[in-house]
């Protein structure tokens, strides 16, 4: 199973900003940080997400066919999260709704490029 996920950004402060914001709605938390990342969850026996500056000084990139998932709770919870990351500066990547009979996302970009997705089942 998946413990964390990591995500490089070029701006630290205004991606950990972002995250903060998005994953404090859910209420995560930064559970451990550096100079270089910044990793949040809401509970150590949670999965967590990880803000990376790239170990081998490159810039950060978007990985094509790459993305996170974040569970929800209900499609109310996605709809609302969706809404906050796109206020936040995320970019829209699919509006949230239903996708099939038992499935509800709805998929953003973050300031880096990095694509996400907040979902439920239904």
């Given at each position: 199973?998946?413990?964390?996920?990591?995500?490089?950004?070029?701006?630290?402060?205004?991606?950990?900003?972002?995250?903060?914001?998005?994953?404090?709605?859910?209420?995560?938390?930064?559970?451990?940080?550096?100079?270089?990342?910044?990793?949040?969850?809401?509970?150590?026996?949670?999965?967590?997400?990880?803000?990376?500056?790239?170990?081998?000084?490159?810039?950060?990139?978007?990985?094509n066919g790459v993305m996170v998932a974040i569970a929800c709770?209900?499609?109310?919870?996605?709809?609302?999260?969706?809404?906050?990351?796109?206020?936040?500066?995320?970019?829209?990547?699919?509006?949230?709704?239903?996708?099939?009979?038992?499935?509800?996302?709805?998929?953003?970009?973050?300031?880096?490029?990095?694509?996400?997705?907040?979902?439920?089942?239904?």
């Open positions: 199973m998946i413990g964390y996920v990591t995500l490089g950004t070029n701006d630290i402060e205004k991606a950990a900003a972002f995250y903060d914001a998005l994953l404090g709605e859910l209420g995560a938390k930064r559970m451990m940080e550096g100079e270089t990342f910044i990793a949040w969850s809401a509970g150590m026996d949670k999965p967590g997400i990880g803000l990376i500056k790239p170990f081998n000084g490159e810039p950060a990139t978007v990985g709770d209900k499609p109310e919870t996605v709809d609302r999260l969706h809404k906050k990351a796109l206020e936040l500066g995320g970019k829209d990547e699919g509006a949230a709704g239903p996708r099939g009979e038992t499935f509800y996302a709805g998929y953003f970009r973050d300031p880096d490029g990095n694509k996400l997705n907040l979902f439920c089942m239904t």
